[in-house]
Structure formats: C-alpha cells, structure tokens
C-alpha cells in the first residue's frame, strides 16, 4: 500500500516535515513518526493508511507501485532497483553518456 520511504520521499518532494503531515492527515504526530520509522511496507489501521495516502495524493503526490507506470505528468523521482530488488549502486542517467560515465571512473 504505502512504504516508510515513500512517505519520506513524499514529505521531502513537498518540503513538509512529519509535523504537517500529521496535520493535513488528521493523525497524531506520534502516529506519523512510527509508521515512517517501520522498515518497508507500513502496517497498520487500514483508516489510518488510507488518511495519509489521501493526505498526500491531496497535496499532488502520486503513490507509485512496484513494476506500476505513472499516470500523471510533471516531475518525480523514482527507486531503481536490480534483478535481486536491491537499488542499483551505478545507473546509467538519462543526463549523462555511457562514455562520459567511463571516462569519471
């Protein structure tokens, strides 16, 4: 449904801090801070889940899903992973050549 690091990554992309979010979602800091604090998939109240997702979604964050294309527009950041579903250590960047990458190593 939600990953801690998404909900990170989400804060950082508005420039909000766990404080706002807790706000704009109706919850508790407290509640804020241990679901970002969890490793991986959040668990919890499926109402409390639900709060910050569309808390989020509300603010122009889309939740991307694993191997799920985006159907929005605009600008967004999104983890690469490997075959084993560890992220990448070196990727090959739209902004950049194979030889120029060679040539920094």
Sequence with gaps: MITSQQMRAARALLGIDQRKLAELAGLSLPTIQRMEASDGQVRGVIETLVK???????????LIGDNAQSLGSGR???LRENVEGKSASTV???LFDQAELNSKR
């Design 92 to 94: 090959v960047s739209a």
């Design 52 to 62: 910050v997702i569309r808390a989020l979604e509300k603010q122009g964050i889309e």
């Design 76 to 78: 967004g950041v999104r």
